[in-house]
C-alpha cells in the first residue's frame, strides 16, 4: 500500500516502511502545510542502483547513480514564448529533455508540444488543471489525467508514460490509477526552485551544487531567468562529463532496467472516456 507526501526534501517518498523519526516530521511539515509546487531541493537516495528496480507505483527519483548522466526536466507548460526559448537553447546545445506539461495550458500551445516531440524531447503529464491529486476523488484523479492526455493527443496525437504529479503529491489511489492508465510515476533529485522569479545565478548555483549521477533536475518554464540559466546549466554539467537523458532512457538504465515508450502513437479508445477539460477548476 503506497502513500506519500512532499517532505521538505520535496520528494514524493514511501510512507509505510518509513523510520517512526521520518514519519513524524512527515506529518508534521504536512500539518504545517509546508508543501510548495515544486518542492524544497529533494536529495534522496536513487532507486536505481539498489538492484530491486522500480516498482509500479513508486515514483522515479533519482537514475542510476553509477552512470554519468543526468536528466532535465522543465514543469508546468508550454508558457510561450519562454517554452520556445528554451527548446532553442535544448537545439543549440544538442541536448533532450523531458517536459511535463500542463493540459490546459498545451490547449494554449499546441504548436510547442508539437515541436517538442518533433525534436525529440519526451513529454509527459503534469495533470489537466496542475490539481494536487491526493486531494482529489478517483473520478477527479482520472479527469485530471485524461484531459492532460486529451490535450497531448489533439497537439501532436501522442500519448504519455509519465506522469509528474503536482507537487509530487500522491496517494494510493492515485498510484492505481496511474498504473492502470499505463503511467509511470517520477519525481526530482535537484530543484532549482524556478517556479517563482529568482536571479538565474542562484538557479545556476542550485542546481550544480546538487548535481550528480543519476540526477534529475527540476526546472519551470515561468520566467526568463531560467532561460538565461539554462545554457550555463548545461555548458557546465557537460565539461563535468554528463550525459543528458531523457527520463525513459533514464529508467532503461535503471538495474534492474524500466522499459518505456516515449510517446507512442495515441490510441483513439483513450479519447473516448475523456471528462472535458477546464472542468477541473484550479485550487
Ligand atoms: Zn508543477
Known amino acids: 500500500m503506497l502513500s506519500s507526501d512532499t517532505t521538505a526534501r520535496g520528494c514524493a517518498v514511501r510512507w509505510f516502511g518509513m523510520p517512526w523519526v521520518r514519519r513524524s516530521v512527515a506529518m508534521l511539515l504536512l500539518c504545517c502545510g509546508a508543501v510548495g509546487c515544486a518542492g524544497l531541493g529533494p536529495n534522496l537516495p536513487g532507486r536505481g542502483g539498489s538492484g530491486r528496480g522500480l516498482p509500479l507505483g513508486e515514483a522515479l527519483q533519482q537514475g542510476n547513480p553509477r552512470r554519468r548522466e543526468i536528466a532535465l526536466t522543465i514543469d508546468d507548460g508550454p508558457h510561450d514564448p519562454i517554452a520556445r526559448q528554451l527548446l532553442d ?4 546545445e544538442d541536448v533532450r529533455a523531458t517536459f511535463f506539461v500542463v493540459g490546459k495550458r498545451v490547449r494554449e500551445h499546441p504548436g510547442v508540444v508539437a515541436r517538442m516531440v518533433n525534436e525529440g524531447h519526451e513529454v509527459g503529464s503534469h495533470t489537466a488543471t496542475h490539481r494536487r491529486l491526493d486531494t482529489l476523488s478517483e473520478v477527479m484523479i482520472r479527469a485530471q489525467l485524461l484531459g492532460c492526455e486529451a490535450a497531448v493527443a489533439a497537439a501532436c496525437g501522442r500519448r504519455m508514460n509519465l506522469l509528474r504529479p503536482p507537487g509530487a503529491r500522491y496517494n494510493a489511489a492515485t498510484a492505481r490509477i496511474a498504473e492502470e492508465g499505463g503511467y509511470r510515476l517520477v519525481g526530482w533529485t535537484v530543484a532549482a526552485k524556478d517556479f517563482v522569479e529568482v536571479p538565474s545565478d542562484l538557479i545556476v548555483d542550485r542546481v550544480l551544487a546538487s548535481a550528480s549521477n543519476g540526477s534529475i533536475i527540476l526546472l519551470h518554464d515561468d520566467y526568463p531567468e531560467t532561460v538565461t540559466a539554462l545554457p550555463r546549466i548545461i555548458r557546465a554539467l ?17 538495474s534492474p532496467p524500466v522499459r518505456v515508450e516515449p510517446n507512442p502513437e495515441a490510441p483513439p479508445a483513450r479519447s473516448m472516456t475523456l471528462a472535458e477539460p477546464g472542468t477541473v477548476a484550479e485550487p
Open 89 to 92: 537553447i535544448l537545439r543549440v
Open 238 to 254: 557537460k565539461r563535468q562529463g554528463y550525459q543528458f537523458v531523457t527520463i525513459s532512457e533514464m529508467l532503461g538504465r535503471l
